[in-house]
């Protein structure tokens, strides 16, 4: 499973409608990239954004 040694984070910011709709979705990170810039994917449905790393908290509640 993917998931098992993840950290999971939080999607954190709504300023605009397309972020809106991924704020509290919980992800965890795919690749860290250059420029503060990573690859998430949402464990609700698979889909995958390239992201801001400001963006995201860590989430620390049980996810069962």
């Given at each position: 499973n993917l998931y098992l040694l993840k950290t999971f984070?939080?999607?954190?910011w709504s300023n605009?409608?397309?972020?809106?709709?991924?704020?509290?979705?919980?992800?965890?990170v795919i690749v860290r990239g250059k420029m503060n810039s990573c690859l998430i994917e949402f464990i609700?449905?698979?889909?995958?954004?390239?992201v801001s790393r400001n963006s995201l908290r860590k989430h620390f509640k049980n996810l069962k």
């Open positions: 984070y939080k999607f954190n605009n409608p397309k972020r809106a709709t991924m704020k509290n979705r919980i992800c965890i609700d449905n698979g889909q995958r954004e390239c």
